[in-house]
């Protein structure tokens, strides 16, 4: 059913992957998990999917079962048997396998940039470009003035630096929790896809970032997590590329924006996957926001974050393609044929148990009015 979406997951994958291995090979340096929220990914990513189960199941107990062990269990066997079907075993298990493993190439091929194409090559251009998009000013020097570096500041910075962890945390809510499993493929293959086109276009144009390349325009900035995480970076490209440390990566790449991208592809997702208007209002501000942020703290040039957007729809219609989405109201709104055929089953069989049970109930209360009798 989900035959197109599986290949072209897993052929993206096994590009990055054997991308990584190549590089790896050519360059002599080992293939690094690297460690990240809640430790190395092959740690953090199936522990994200066991916290979902629990969190998917626990409410049934107390929410339907009322905290009660007989119709609390009975709630678990029930969303098990509905929701927890072989195709989303499928889903959860090929799309984290698949994302784990393009996440991986991705920061070691990102790792091992200023090994193949040397240092910045583009950063001149793309800060000239940015001047010109500005008439003659800095871009982050108008975002200071217009926003200010006070609170300003540190809610941009909480807000950009939130990215690292919802970036799992969002894969694990698509493959668990979405109602169509469609949804599921065309997410979790859009995140395999822009990951694998951000790390090509770090080679397309080899730079560092306005916040490295002209440190001076932002040191009227107070201290904030974006910018600790900057310096953090810095440091950790200099141990890598100048001090012999070969069991770390590397992440410092400006061109093509991914938290631009990323977040573009959350908010497009969100936008015609649910129907939550608050939500869809959050995910658009933190698409903007985040924009902004890359301006402000200078991880980003005006191009980076267009390139950024611009791989994001890619991998937006390719996954959706893949997925079987049609791109209409209906088409996003209604599963398909084969799917409204599984939740008709479903229901058939919920509607048969119901009445069972009733009939049981019926069976054993006139057992009961008949012994009251006699």
């Not at 678990?76 to 090929?94: D, P």
Request: overall charge positive.
């Amino acid at each position: 059913m989900y035959r197109r979406a599986s290949v072209v997951m897993l052929a993206t994958t096994a590009l990055i992957g054997l991308t990584a291995l190549f590089c790896s090979l050519w360059l002599d340096r080992a293939l690094v998990d690297p460690d990240g929220f809640l430790g190395p990914s092959w740690v953090r990513l199936p522990m994200l999917i066991l916290f979902a189960l629990v969190a998917d199941m626990v409410p049934q107990f107390f929410w339907k079962g009322r905290a009660r062990p007989g119709p609390g269990w009975a709630a678990i066997k029930a969303r098990w048997k509905e929701h927890w079907t072989k195709e989303r075993w499928a889903l959860v298990v090929l799309g984290i396998a698949c994302f784990y493993i393009t996440y991986v190439s991705y920061r070691n091929v990102k790792s091992y940039l200023p090994f193949i194409m040397g240092e910045d090559k583009y950063d001149r251009e793309l800060h000239v470009l940015d001047r010109a998009l500005f008439f003659g000013h800095e871009p982050a020097t108008v975002l200071h003035d217009v926003l200010g570096t006070g609170i300003a500041a540190h809610i941009l910075s909480t807000i950009y630096v939130t990215f690292l962890p919802l970036v799992a945390v969002m894969v694990a809510i698509y493959a668990v929790w979405s109602k169509n499993i469609r949804f599921g493929y065309w997410f979790v293959g859009g995140q395999v896809l822009i990951w694998t086109l951000g790390t090509a276009m770090y080679y397309c144009l080899p730079t560092l970032g306005p916040g490295y390349r002209y440190p001076w325009l932002y040191s009227d900035l107070p201290t904030t997590g974006a910018g600790d995480l900057l310096d953090a970076l810095f440091y950790g490209r200099a141990k890598i590329t100048h001090g012999g440390v070969d069991d770390a990566v590397q992440s410092i790449a400006a061109f093509a924006s991914l938290h631009t991208g990323v977040t573009l592809i959350w908010a497009l997702m969100i936008q015609y996957t649910t129907k939550s208007l608050v939500l869809k209002i959050i995910a658009w501000g933190n698409f903007v926001i985040t924009v902004v942020a890359t301006l402000y703290f200078g991880w980003h040039y005006i191009a980076d974050d267009i390139a950024g957007a611009a791989i994001a729809m890619v991998s937006f219609l390719i996954a959706g393609w893949a997925a079987g989405i049609t791109f209409t109201k209906e088409g996003l709104n209604v599963p398909n044929r084969a799917e409204r055929a599984i939740e008709k089953q479903l229901k058939a069989e919920r509607k048969a148990e119901r009445a069972a049970e009733k009939a049981e109930k019926a069976a054993a209360s006139a057992k009961s009015e008949s012994a009251g009798v006699s």
